[in-house]
């Protein structure tokens, strides 16, 4: 077998990414009229720090999820609304509606930062939220009962633990986390990374938090003897933990997400089995907590929350630092200028670049520039993965084509 030619220099400029020899392939090269950049020579007026003057991805193919999605939960209305009205009472269940809003904001607020990079389409969002406030509600309430089949208690107190620590980790993880296999195999192209995964486990996990919250929220004001004041149980679950299922899930979503860059059918299947573990290993580790409560929720929850936001953070820093590379190697074949590379790599120049557009009516155009050129940097790093590439390829020249019309767009 021939020896693969080494890679180019910073071919891998992180950990994220990485690129086998015998994968590697030059961006192909631009043969028209050299390219103009969609900014002033060197990025717009101010983009390196001084003040100066996303393509939507085609979803005509994600209509069908949507629908299917719809569907299923129109139907887990049906299971889920009863319970929760039987529960909370009319009043209750408004009140605790209201009443989930704040930490249900909190986190889609969250996601949405975490997701400025490279937007996912509002249609997956969609999906994402919907599967979690019901879907996986649903199917919670179908599977705990089949935990119960044959087993005995000693105690009802025994039989309490085991529902909080055994069955509600198991159950409400594989729920949640079937989402993210749903999307991982049916909307493929739009999961590009661990960073992704975050994004959808997030939301899926904000929209099983909301309607979870109903709940706890509607008993404490339909009785708040036996269920506890509304205002411990909002400081409790809306203040001190409105990220507890976001973290939870988020592990699967991470291990779905290094996954979907391996892009074959089994091996998200392999990775929803392996990401639901540690999920259900933090969700059994909050819900053990007892007495000691407030020493182990800031002993071991605040720390394991600050370690995922940093985890957040280094994976941000790597999919830039990614995006930058790649669109360096197609500046290298005359795609782009060194300088617009600069430009749509950095956060600052991608502000920059929008309040130039911006104070020439372009705005939109360059929002759907600038969301082009990440989703190209991201097929190519597709077709480095050596998985699917004449796929890949096809799509990458179609892509770069798209990118040609965006900038002519905005240069007006």
């Keep these: 077998m021939p020896t693969p030619p080494p890679l180019p220099r910073d071919a891998n400029p992180s950990w994220m990414g990485h690129v086998q020899p015998q994968d590697y392939r030059p961006a192909p090269g631009h043969f028209g009229p050299a390219v103009q ?66 930490p249900l904001a909190v986190v889609l607020l969250t996601v949405r930062v975490i997701d400025r990079w490279e937007p996912e389409p509002k249609r997956l969002l969609y999906f994402a939220f919907t599967w979690g406030a019901a879907v996986s509600i649903a199917g919670t309430m179908l599977l705990q ?46 999961f590009d990374g661990p960073v992704d995964g975050v994004v959808f486990a997030f939301t899926i ?77 933090l969700h059994n580790r909050w819900n053990s907590m007892g007495e000691n409560f407030l020493a182990e929720y800031v002993l071991v929850q605040v720390p394991l929350f600050l370690a995922a936001v940093a985890g957040i953070v280094v994976l941000r820093i790597a999919e830039n630092r990614l995006t930058r590379q790649r669109l360096l190697e197609y500046a290298a074949a005359g795609w782009f200028t060194v300088d617009e590379v600069e430009m749509l790599a950095t956060t600052a120049g991608r502000r920059a670049a929008l309040r130039w557009a911006g104070g020439l009516g372009r705005k939109r155009q360059m929002k759907e520039f600038v969301a082009a050129v990440t989703r190209l940097a991201n097929i190519r790093q597709r077709i480095l993965s050596g998985r699917d590439v004449p796929l890949h390829q096809a799509e990458e020249r179609l892509q770069l084509q798209r990118v040609l019309a965006l900038r002519a767009a905005v240069a007006g």
Excluded at 64 to 76: E, G, H, P, R
Excluded at 164 to 172: D, F, K, L, R
Aim: proline share 8%; glycine share 12%; aromatic share 12%.
């Design 205 to 281: 996990a904000a929209g099983f938090a909301f309607t979870e919250n109903i709940l706890y929220f509607g008993r404490a004001i339909a009785d708040p003897v036996v269920s506890g004041d509304l205002a411990q149980v909002f400081v409790l679950r809306g203040i001190m933990s409105p990220f507890a299922h976001a973290v939870f899930t988020g592990t699967t979503g991470l291990v779905m997400g290094f996954a979907a860059r391996r892009g074959r059918a089994w091996t998200a299947v392999m990775a929803f089995a392996v990401g639901v573990l540690p999920a259900m290993f």
């Design 145 to 190: 009962p089949l935990f119960l089949v044959g087993a005995e208690f000693p105690s009802e107190a025994a039989l309490r633990t085991y529902l909080v620590t055994v069955q509600a980790p198991i159950v409400e993880e594989s729920a949640k986390g079937l989402g993210l296999l749903v999307l991982l195999l049916a909307a493929r192209r739009h």
């Design 37 to 102: 950049p969609a900014a002033p020579l060197g990025g717009p007026p101010g983009w390196r720090g001084v003040p100066g003057p996303a393509a939507p991805r085609r979803r005509g193919g994600l209509v069908w999820l949507t629908f299917a999605v719809t569907l299923l939960a129109f139907a887990s209305l049906f299971l889920v609304v009863p319970p929760l009205l039987a529960s909370t009472g009319p009043a209750g269940f408004l009140g605790g509606f209201v009443a989930s809003l704040f």
